[in-house]
Structure formats: C-alpha cells, structure tokens
C-alpha cells in the first residue's frame, strides 16, 4: 500500500472559521510533510514531521498549526485565514532510510478562503 | 541553499515518440538525491523516477530514464513512446542527503515544465 490519504478534496471556509486538513499513510513511514501548492506552481514546504516531531517550519504564519497525533496521522488546523491562503495543500510521506528517500503524496484538499 | 531550473515551461510531443525534459541544479552538497515528479490533472504528485548523486549509473524506469551528468549539475529526464497518459506538468526535485544512513527533508522543486502528448 503506497497510498497517502487526505481528506478533504475540497474545503470552503470562511476567514473566521476554523478547519482542520487531515492526513493518513500505513506504509510505517516516519516522516511526514505539508506542502503549499498555488496553481501551475511547484510545492512550498510548511512543515516536516520526523518521529512524530516538528522538525522544520519553513517560517509558517501561526494561522496555520500542525499536528502529528501519531506516526501515521497528520492534521493541519487552520483558522483566521486570508483569501491569499487560497491552494492546494499537499501531504507527504517517507521513511527515514537513505536507501528509500522518495517522498509519497496525497492528492491534496483544495482550499478556497472567501 | 540549492535552485532547481527548469528551463521549457511547456513542450509538446506527438504519441508514441520522444520527447526529452531539461533540468539543471546548483549545490554545494555532495551528497543528494534528484528526482522526477508528474501532477497531472488529478493533481497528485506521482514520483517518475529517482537518481542517487554517488552513482554513476543512469536510472531507467520502464519508459523513462534520465540522463544525469553530475559534473554539469545537468539531469534530464527522457520519455520514450509518449503515451497520452503521460500528459501532466513535470518537477525535477533535489533532496539533500542527511547524514546517519538517514534521510528526510525539504524537496527543492524546479518551476515545472507542461508536457502535452497529442494523439
């Protein structure tokens, strides 16, 4: 099973309210991503997970938080939005081998702020 | 800090032939992983193909391979008998290899390049 889950495809909100994204992978990866993707656009990394810890923040504005509940589970909670966090929001996930770098990842919610 | 160039915003290529993508990379690691993404309409990011910097050897994955010259900071990825299904806009990525036997980390993406198969 090489398949990254996320739900919702499609999410609507308004800039007061507050939503969650969520993530899920079984295949025992360790590490786990959230990437920004504006159309025709390639991904912008927010956060990296490693071992259930935040290992980067790529300088994230704290309207967006992350959560990792356990190894196989990723939340991204996001509240007082502006129209201009309108994306795509991509997770991922890879081991932590050398031997197996390759990250696998969802197809992403596609986010609209009104 | 490493950039990722893709230089053909979009290509086009008839089915059933070649067709060759560019892409070109800066660092001063030596030690790093570059691989090739498709998203096509469905918007999943699909890994094509990847290619360790340590070896010498040229990766192939069925219809694909790339030709990576580490020298030249220079790995292209060529598609043989172009199916439609491989209409989608492609990434060359770059992912430093950590030390310890382990690896995780940012992805540095290339702009994309729109490639159009027609029948």
């Known amino acids: 099973d090489t398949e990254v889950t996320q739900t919702p495809k499609h999410l609507v909100m308004g800039m007061t309210n507050k939503k969650s994204l969520k993530c899920e992978q079984h295949m025992g990866h360790r590490a786990m991503y959230w990437y920004k993707q504006k159309a025709k656009k390639p991904p912008e990394l927010m956060f990296v997970?490693?071992?259930?810890?935040?290992?980067i923040n790529e300088s994230v504005p704290s309207r967006f938080s992350p959560e990792c509940p356990n190894s196989s589970l990723l939340n991204l909670h996001l509240h007082a939005l502006q129209p201009e966090d309108s994306a795509l929001y991509l997770c991922a996930s890879s081991s932590l081998m050398a031997s197996d770098p390759e990250a696998f990842f969802g197809q992403g919610t596609r986010l609209t702020v009104v | 800090a490493q950039t990722v160039t893709q230089s053909q915003p979009e290509m086009s290529v008839q089915e059933a032939e070649t067709v060759t993508l560019s892409c070109t990379y800066d660092?001063?690691?030596?030690?790093?992983?570059l691989f090739w993404y498709k998203q096509p309409p469905s918007r999943q990011m699909i890994l094509v193909i990847r290619q360790e910097a340590y070896k010498q050897q040229n990766a192939t994955e069925n219809r694909f391979s790339v030709n990576f010259q580490k020298a030249a900071k220079s790995f292209s990825l060529k598609i043989s008998d172009s199916q439609l299904g491989d209409t989608a806009m492609y990434f060359c990525?770059?992912?430093?290899?950590?030390?310890?036997?382990?690896?995780?980390?940012?992805?540095?993406f290339g702009q994309g390049t729109i490639l159009t198969v027609h029948p």
């Open positions: 990525a770059f992912m430093k290899r950590q030390g310890g036997g382990t690896s995780y980390g940012k992805l540095t």
């Open positions: 660092t001063s690691e030596s030690n790093y992983y």
């Open positions: 997970y490693s071992y259930e810890k935040l290992s």
